[in-house]
């Protein structure tokens, strides 16, 4: 880098700074994430995909962020069904609503020290909505959240429908 993109870079990451400080806290990092591809001056969409700077370990791309790291410490619990529905809500905030595998949600709660249940299919994937409606259906690939899932892991947990690409999967 000459130093005339440094000093470009610098003055982008400045201006980003002075936006990300005035938002509030729980939607900084995915607007990181957006803005990012402006700060760097490379071509990106709208912040979605694995990119803007996240790392990932060699498992799978699984990352923890200050968002991540919140959901943990709010809703982490001594309960192994609980804590699959805060693994599904992490997911379905960064990926979307799915197709999941068990084993994908079961190697983010060994990351993160979660109990989680032995028997997914008979513990998180019965379980329903306060309405009686059924958040995951089973699909030829593996868990998918269903529309009420969704309704109620936005309530309940706060989040919103992710759009990145897992790792290992192309593009749509």
């Known amino acids: 880098m000459d130093e005339g993109q440094y000093q470009e870079t610098v003055k982008r990451l400045e201006a980003v700074n002075a936006v990300i400080k005035g938002l509030d806290p729980a939607v900084r990092d995915r607007?990181?994430?957006?803005?990012?591809?402006?700060?760097t001056g490379q071509p990106g969409g709208r912040g979605g995909g694995n990119s803007g700077g996240e790392g990932g370990d060699e498992e799978g791309g699984l990352v923890t962020d200050a968002?991540?790291?919140a959901l943990l410490d709010a809703h982490k619990?001594?309960?192994a069904s609980d804590n699959g529905l805060l693994i599904a809500a992490i997911f379905y905030s960064r990926y979307g609503k799915g197709p999941y595998e068990v084993k994908e949600f079961k190697r983010f709660g060994d990351q993160q020290d979660l109990l989680f249940p032995d028997q997914f299919h008979k513990t998180v994937g019965k379980r329903k909505t306060d309405e009686g409606n059924a958040i995951f259906r089973?699909?030829?690939n593996g868990w998918q959240i269903t529309v009420n899932g969704e309704?109620?892991?936005r309530d309940t947990y706060k989040v919103?429908?992710?759009n990145q690409?897992?790792?290992g999967e192309l593009s749509p």
């Open 151 to 153: 309704k109620w892991l």
């Open 160 to 162: 919103g429908r992710g």
């Open 165 to 167: 690409t897992k790792a």
């Open 31 to 39: 607007a990181l994430q957006i803005l990012t591809p402006y700060v």
């Open 77 to 79: 619990s001594d309960n």
């Open 67 to 69: 968002a991540v790291d």
């Open 138 to 140: 089973k699909v030829s």
